[in-house]
């Protein structure tokens, strides 16, 4: 007798509702991102993204042996998109500009201090093609913001962004004893592994065109009542 397959399969085969829902910002693991067009204007950057992913190659010389190897992207999102499982669960989608990384240290180079600078007046994975796959899980991001180039603007350097409200107790003794500005934030790698539950349904909370309050805090105690 076969096994029955898990209510996650079942789900995901009968495919989402023919709606999405389409945002301009989205919060997930500390980080707020936004679609490039959102971002226009703001003096903070929040669309950049990144992530690495693990694909099987096989070894130069020897078609036998296969080597998992990892690589990272680097891209820019230009939409945010929530797909309904007929409301059973929710799946939210970054699409995104990726910077062509097919070709070792062509337009994705890393130098010999750990600075990574792309370029992206080259890119792929577009969707022009039905092959390409421009589209990834919210939860797999990672922010990065792009700081241009002094010399050749038409490349900036990746800088990995520290996610809010995440902080690492674990270390908190050594942080106080050797750094007199306090907590250290955790910064999460881009290794880190991603699991999707589709049954849990809960979706992070979402700010689609609604800013932040800014408080004065001398402002605040003036106008108080004692």
Same mark, same amino acid.
């Given at each position: 007798?076969?096994?029955?397959?898990?209510?996650?399969?079942?789900?995901?085969?009968?495919?989402?509702?023919?709606?999405?829902?389409?945002?301009?910002?989205?919060?997930?693991?500390?980080?707020?991102?936004?679609?490039?067009?959102?971002?226009?204007?703001?003096?903070?950057?929040?669309?950049?993204?990144?992530?690495?992913?693990?694909?099987?190659?096989?070894?130069?010389?020897?078609?036998?042996?296969?080597?998992?190897?990892?690589?990272?992207?680097?891209?820019?999102?230009?939409?945010?998109? *929530?797909?309904?499982?007929?409301?059973? @669960?929710? =799946? /939210?989608?970054?699409?995104?500009?990726?910077?062509?990384?097919? !070709?070792?240290?062509?337009?994705?180079?890393?130098?010999?201090?750990?600075?990574?600078?792309?370029?992206?007046?080259?890119?792929?994975?577009?969707?022009?093609k039905i092959s390409d796959e421009p589209f990834i899980l919210a939860s797999q991001a990672v922010q990065v913001y792009y700081v241009p180039e002094a010399i050749d603007t038409e490349w900036v350097a990746a800088v990995q962004s520290v996610p809010r409200d995440v902080f690492d107790f674990d270390?908190?003794?050594? *942080?106080?004893?050797?750094?007199?500005? @306090?907590? =250290? /934030?955790?910064?999460?790698?881009?290794?880190?592994?991603?699991? !999707?539950?589709?049954?849990?349904?809960?979706?992070?909370?979402?700010?689609?065109?609604?800013?932040?309050?800014?408080?004065?805090?001398?402002?605040?105690?003036?106008?108080?009542?004692?």
């Open positions: 007798m076969e096994e029955e397959a898990p209510d996650e399969i079942k789900i995901l085969a009968k495919g989402p509702a023919m709606f999405a829902h389409k945002y301009s910002s989205y919060s997930i693991n500390g980080f707020n991102f936004h679609t490039i067009s959102y971002d226009v204007g703001r003096p903070i950057q929040n669309s950049g993204v990144a992530l690495v992913a693990e694909s099987s190659i096989f070894d130069s010389g020897n078609n036998d042996n296969i080597i998992i190897g990892s690589k990272a992207y680097y891209g820019i999102i230009t939409e945010i998109l *929530e797909l309904n499982y007929h409301h059973k @669960g929710n =799946v /939210v989608l970054f699409k995104c500009d990726w910077v062509d990384n097919s !070709v070792q240290n062509k337009w994705v180079k890393t130098d010999q201090f750990g600075t990574t600078t792309v370029n992206f007046r080259h890119l792929f994975n577009t969707g022009e270390n908190l003794e050594d *942080e106080h004893i050797n750094n007199d500005n @306090g907590l =250290v /934030v955790y910064l999460p790698s881009l290794n880190g592994n991603v699991t !999707v539950d589709i049954l849990n349904g809960v979706v992070p909370s979402v700010r689609t065109y609604i800013d932040g309050i800014v408080v004065d805090r001398k402002k605040s105690r003036k106008g108080s009542k004692k």
